[in-house]
Every structure is written in structure tokens, then in C-alpha cells.
């Protein structure tokens, strides 16, 4: 690249971070903190909330990027104008396309991130976060780690506990058990353990009464009782893989003896081809933008700011493309549309460029903010 070009590059980069990071920590920090039970209802420690809070981050990546891009474009263009260099720099005859020979790298580097970060590193942790979720909901020790707190286990199952001792071990044990509409169990117990896989919880010296839909009760005496765990902590511990967490090469080719490929077929076609179309995004927008601000404009020239246009598009056709994506599923006629559409663009905002023309707002858009602007100044003046 000459000169020129590493300069407009290096400030794109530059703005489209400096436009990435708030924006990714703030989207970051919401979907972490809709995930903050897992430390309060859990048990889990700070470390796993941590540890969880990073595999989030990698999927929230490829959304954020074509955004950035789209701001770090249209800003620096439009700074450039208003500085006057695009005057210079047609001055000095360059064509508009050699302007637009940074855009296009950058764009195909921000593409490249987008297809690795969507396809190579967001099923892997995807499927690691959910393997730590329900690790954590299949030991039932973890739910009840809180002492003096009644905590809901199950519909109809409730559990307390006075003191955790060490290991697994717990003592004044209170369940609650419900789930049978024909009788209620409570069972009172002095201590008691849950085994390392924690399917069963072994109580010593208590009791449990028992009460029937008549009315009549019951109270057995033990020295020992194993209170079955197993169904709870497979439901609880269950893991489910969607098809937003599988990786390209099964969305390609899915397993059809899979249950959920069974039941959701049109779902793993829809995201294979979300995959191959998504992490085009960034050059799709960043072309935008380069149209609609990549050119000379003067300061009288009636136009909505560049970010702003800029944004307005890409939001529009970000919304088309999760409208056409989701439609796959139940109407495979979309799949095509869902590749037409990002390769019109690319070839309108090339013709454009190459044609030396721009992107304008409509007659009666550019019209209505005229008679606002000269509206305005007359009230102004008469005051």
C-alpha cells in the first residue's frame, strides 16, 4: 500500500476499535450479568463465574465487528472531509477507487476474524459453557451449599440445611418432598452426605413422617436412609447440544440419528447457511459507508451525518438478513435470497465507486431537511 493508503487504514482500524470496545463491553456485561444466578442460586465461586464470563465473550465477537467497521469507515471519511483532504487528495488527481483500497483490506480482515471467531471458536466455547453449566446443576451439593436457607430443588422438593461440614458432609438436613399429590414426605435428619456423583444423599439419625391425601400420618425412625437423587440430577444435568453450538463440519453434514437434529432439521439448515453468509458482513457494510462518505461534500450540501446514514443501512440489512435466516427453517425458498442480497450490495457499491458516483438521500428527504434548516433560520433571524 502507498502512503496514502496506510494512513486512511491505519484510521479506520483505529476508529473501528475505539467503536468496538464500548460497545462490546457493554452487550458483554448485560449477558454476563443475566448469568449472575449461577453464582447466587449455585454456590459456584467468583472463579467460575469469571471462567464462564470468558466463554461468553467470544460469541458476542462477529456482531459487534461489522458495526465497528461501519463507524470506523464512515467517521474517518468524514473527518477526512471536513479537514479538507479529500479536496487535497483530488487535487493531486487520484481516483476514488485507490481510496478504496485500504477499506477493502481492512474489510477482508475483519471478514477473516468474523469466519474464524464464528465458525472456529464460538462452537468450542458454546459447548464448554454448556458442559460447565451443567456440571454445575447435576451436583446437587453446589444448590444447597448455602446453610440456614431453604432452597427449591425440584418443583414440589425442597432442602435445608444447618451447617456444611467438611468434604460432603452436612448436618441438620430438613427436605421437604411434595412431587407425590397422594402423600408428602418431610424427612429430619442430624447429618448426612452426598456421595462424589451426587445421585444420592445418604442421612443418618432422623426421621421422616409421612402424610397421606386422607389425612393420616406416619413417622419411621432411622439410622440411615438414602434419598434417590438421580432422575433430579439428570434432568438437571442434562446437556443439550443446539445447533448454534455445533461446528461447521456437522452443520454440513449433520448426524440424522441425532435426537435434536431429528426434531429441528430446518434449524441446522438455517445455520449453516447463516454461517456462510454472516462473516461477509463487515465488507458488505464497510462498502456502504465508503459509499455514502467517501467523497468530497461541502459543508452546505443538505445530508444526515455519514455514521448516521451509514448505521440506518447497516441496521436495516442486518435485520433483513436475521428475518431471511430465520425463515430457512420453515421456507428453504429464503436460502437463496440470503446470498442474493449481500452480493447485490457488493456489486451496487462497486459499480458506484467505480463509476465515481455516491449514494444520495432521496429528493423529498433532502427537500424536508431544506425547508427545516431555512425554516429554522428564519425564526432565528426574527427573533
Not at 464470563?53 to 470506523?72: C, E, K, Q
Not at 475483519?110 to 474464524?116: E, K, L, Q, R
Request: charged share 20%; hydrophobic share 50%; with cysteine.
Amino acid at each position: 500500500m502507498t502512503l496514502i493508503e496506510r494512513y486512511i487504514a491505519l484510521r479506520v482500524v483505529k476508529m473501528a476499535v475505539a467503536s468496538i470496545l464500548p460497545v462490546l463491553a457493554v452487550i458483554w456485561i448485560v449477558q454476563v450479568l443475566a448469568r449472575v444466578n449461577l453464582v447466587t442460586d449455585s454456590g459456584q465461586s467468583i472463579s467460575s463465574f469469571f471462567q464462564l464470563a470468558g466463554l461468553i465473550l467470544p460469541t458476542i465477537i462477529p456482531m459487534v465487528i461489522p458495526f465497528g467497521l461501519v463507524i470506523g469507515v464512515a467517521q474517518t471519511f468524514s473527518a477526512m472531509n471536513a479537514d479538507s483532504e479529500f479536496a487535497v487528495i483530488d487535487a493531486a488527481g487520484m481516483p476514488r477507487r485507490r481510496l478504496l483500497r485500504p477499506v477493502f483490506i481492512v474489510a477482508l480482515g475483519a471478514c477473516a476474524v468474523s469466519f474464524a471467531v464464528d465458525n472456529l471458536v464460538e462452537p468450542i466455547v458454546r459447548v464448554q459453557a454448556r458442559k460447565m453449566i451443567a456440571a454445575v446443576y447435576a451436583d446437587l451439593l453446589s444448590s444447597v451449599i448455602e446453610e440456614k436457607t431453604f432452597r427449591k430443588i425440584d418443583d414440589g422438593l425442597y432442602l435445608q440445611i444447618s451447617k456444611r461440614l467438611h468434604g460432603r458432609t452436612l448436618s441438620g438436613i430438613f427436605v421437604a418432598d411434595y412431587r407425590d399429590p397422594d402423600s408428602e414426605l418431610v424427612y429430619y435428619a442430624k447429618e448426612g452426605a452426598i456421595d462424589d456423583t451426587g445421585t444420592t444423599l445418604v442421612m443418618h439419625d432422623g426421621e421422616v413422617d409421612r402424610r397421606t391425601a386422607n389425612g393420616d400420618i406416619s413417622v419411621v425412625k432411622f439410622l440411615s436412609y438414602a434419598f434417590d437423587l438421580s432422575q433430579l440430577t439428570k434432568s438437571r444435568g442434562g446437556m443439550t447440544l443446539r445447533s448454534i453450538d455445533r461446528d461447521l463440519p456437522f452443520l454440513f453434514h449433520p448426524d440424522e440419528k441425532d435426537p435434536d437434529v431429528k426434531a429441528y432439521r430446518g434449524e441446522y439448515t438455517a445455520e449453516l447457511h447463516r454461517r456462510l453468509t454472516e462473516w461477509s458482513f463487515p465488507l458488505v457494510y464497510g462498502l456502504i459507508a465508503f459509499a455514502i462518505a467517501g467523497r468530497a461534500r461541502t459543508q452546505r450540501e443538505i445530508r444526515l451525518h455519514p455514521v448516521i446514514s451509514s448505521l440506518a443501512i447497516a441496521f436495516v440489512l442486518r435485520w433483513l438478513s436475521y428475518y431471511m435466516s430465520n425463515q430457512i427453517a420453515e421456507a428453504p425458498i429464503f436460502i437463496p435470497l440470503l446470498y442474493a442480497v449481500p452480493l447485490a450490495i457488493i456489486a451496487g457499491t462497486m459499480a458506484l465507486v467505480l463509476s465515481a458516483r455516491a449514494l444520495r438521500l432521496p429528493a423529498w428527504i433532502t427537500g424536508g431537511l431544506g425547508r427545516m434548516r431555512f425554516g429554522g433560520a428564519r425564526a432565528g433571524g426574527g427573533r
